[in-house]
């Protein structure tokens, strides 16, 4: 490989030697015939052979030496300008091919090369970021379904491991097969979300807008939820204003909601309150979706909208990181907007913005 490698940069230096050489020669010889042209015709000089003939030679041995000097400065010219950038790339590029998503090229000197490599190292290490932030969403992404698929199983078996004794009494035995119900829906849960957000991710879902009337989309999606406030003791408080049209994908949003009124409700404690309000300005329908529960601080504020992102980084509270991440992506594909404000112990308060009729 390295003797193949030699006989590529002998022959590619041979090649621009005699690209120099026969420029040399070219230039050379033409400013020679008009130099001797110019001074015979001036000088009244008659050029003997033996004259042509020593010019000839000396003018050749020139063309020799100017085209070696050429080609020796144009090699250093491009070990220093071509070369060792595009060895500086080209080795940083093989550790991406290797996983090393760390590697980062140093911007070159402004003196002595050309500008564009710059630009190209600038793509280089802003496209080196992104496939590291992509590796570590990745590795998280595997950490976190690893994680939240080990707690279900691990509670379907150890409670079906129990519910297998003979001494079990009824009640035991209906409390460990609720058990093992509620965490096999979480499962299946889980995976739902997991199949539509990457749907929506790669979009495979294209909006189906249609105008329709959102104040009793709202309206629709809370009453899903009224088991849940009755058993719960939470407060409703509710502010929808009526006839706010939009054009939108019914079905796309109905997941927004549902995944905010049950985010609501699932970290209002009893006696809470949950309050929905719907208001109309002139281009948008706003929607406000709040609750008195446990809030969070403005770190996990930031983070909110990740995918499998908890507060609760113990994972104790129901849930799985993905519903806010679904949110997030149907607002993003409508065209819309969401915001979260959010005070620790205090509770939290979701705005949604859509354009309207």
């Known amino acids: 490989m390295k003797k193949k490698n030699a006989l590529k940069r ?3 230096g041979i090649q621009h030697y005699l690209v120099f050489f026969a420029l040399a020669a070219f230039v050379i010889t033409c400013c020679t015939m008009l130099f001797v042209s110019e001074l015979s015709s001036t ?6 052979q033996a004259n042509i003939n020593s010019a000839a030679k000396l003018t050749f041995a020139n063309v020799l030496l100017l085209s070696l000097i050429f080609t020796f400065v144009d090699a250093l010219r491009r070990k220093f300008t071509v070369d060792r950038p595009a060895k500086h790339i080209t080795q940083a590029a093989e550790k991406i091919m290797q996983g090393d998503f760390s590697v980062r090229i140093k911007p070159l000197s402004r003196f002595g090369t050309d500008d564009k490599f710059n630009e190209i190292t600038e793509c280089f290490n802003k496209m080196a970021e992104e496939l590291s932030s992509v590796e570590t969403l990745r590795t998280d992404f595997i950490a976190n379904v690893s994680h939240e698929m080990k707690t279900p199983l691990a509670v379907m078996q150890n409670y079906g491991t129990l519910l297998q004794s003979s001494e079990l009494s009824e009640e035991k035995r209906i409390e460990y ?3 093992i119900t509620d965490s096999s829906r979480r499962l299946a849960d889980m995976m739902t979300n997991i199949l539509k957000l990457n749907r929506l991710e790669n979009q495979q879902i294209y909006p189906q807008a249609e105008e ?3 104040a009793e989309q709202l309206c629709e999606c809370l009453l899903q939820y009224e088991s849940v406030w009755e058993n719960s003791g939470i ?7 009526e006839d706010v049209i939009v054009k939108a994908d019914e079905e796309l949003l109905s ?4 995944n905010l009124f049950s985010n609501a409700f699932k970290f209002t404690g009893k006696g809470g309150t949950v309050s929905v309000s719907l208001t109309a300005t002139k281009h948008h329908a706003v929607v406000r979706v709040s609750d008195t529960g446990c809030g969070m601080s403005p770190e ?14 113990s994972h104790s509270t129901q849930g799985n990181g993905l519903g806010l991440a679904l949110v997030k992506r149907v607002v993003d594909i409508i065209g819309g907007e969401i915001s979260v404000e959010s005070v620790k112990g205090k509770g939290s308060s979701f705005t949604v913005k859509i354009r309207r009729l």
Do not use: M, S
């Open 10 to 12: 002998l022959l590619y």
């Open 43 to 48: 000088l009244n000089l008659t050029l003997t």
């Open 177 to 179: 097969a609720k058990a």
């Open 212 to 214: 329709y009337d959102l």
């Open 235 to 241: 407060e409703i408080n509710t502010d929808i204003a």
């Open 255 to 258: 997941l927004v909601w549902n």
């Open 300 to 313: 996990v504020g930031e983070h909110i909208f990740e995918k499998f992102y908890q507060g609760d980084t």
